[in-house]
């Protein structure tokens, strides 16, 4: 995982964008932090019923940032290495080769999302406002704000750093509501 900043807390940030990124970034804390520092045992671990695993975790949520924040919201493409798959054959592409791939590869891809997301969100605040037009049109035609594009990547991590949450518990005994004060990644 790579050094970040620490992020000021929602009640200290001082715009609505602040708050809303600050949000994600504490999001996106707790889910490394759940998800660091494992190696491919305790990556391919399942538990219960469900054959989810951390590493698989891991590398859906970096799909979602590309996928939410790179070309829904951003209107770019997907990048590599999603735009090499072809998720029409291989629909759980990033479950199944997060659980395989090793910790260093499946770890970057997630950093490597996150790093192009928190670039582009900003350039997309600051050229649009959170007011203003995702690249994304719903079938139904209409076109979420950037604002609700940013609350359901949110919400997003949120379900997921849960899944995380049990898993964790299951490979090593790592509990806890967010990650220490001296965890950065």
């Known amino acids: 995982m790579s050094e970040a900043s620490p992020q000021p807390s929602p009640s200290a940030a001082s715009t609505e964008a602040e708050s809303l990124l600050s949000v994600l970034e504490r999001n996106r804390r707790t889910f490394a932090w759940k998800t660091s ?21 891991v590398k859906h949520v970096a799909l979602v940032e590309a996928d939410w924040l790179v070309v829904k919201l951003a209107g770019q493409a997907y990048g590599a290495p999603w735009d090499a798959v072809d998720f029409d054959a291989d629909p759980d592409w990033e479950w199944r080769t997060g659980a395989l791939d090793s910790p260093e590869d499946v770890y970057a891809v997630w950093r490597d999302a996150v790093e192009r997301s928190r670039e582009l969100v900003a350039e997309v605040i600051e050229e649009r406002g959170l007011d203003g037009p995702a ?4 079938p139904d035609g209409r076109t979420p704000t950037v604002r609700a594009m940013l609350l359901d990547m949110v919400e997003e991590y949120a379900r997921h750093t849960g899944h995380a949450d049990i898993l964790r518990e299951a490979v090593d005994g790592r509990v806890g509501e967010g990650a220490p004060e001296d965890f950065t990644f």
Request: glycine share 16%; aromatic share 8%; charged share 15%.
């Open 37 to 57: 520092g494992l190696d491919e045992k305790g990556l391919r671990a399942t538990t219960a019923a469900s054959a989810m695993t951390l590493g698989g975790l």
């Open 135 to 138: 690249s994304y049109t719903w």
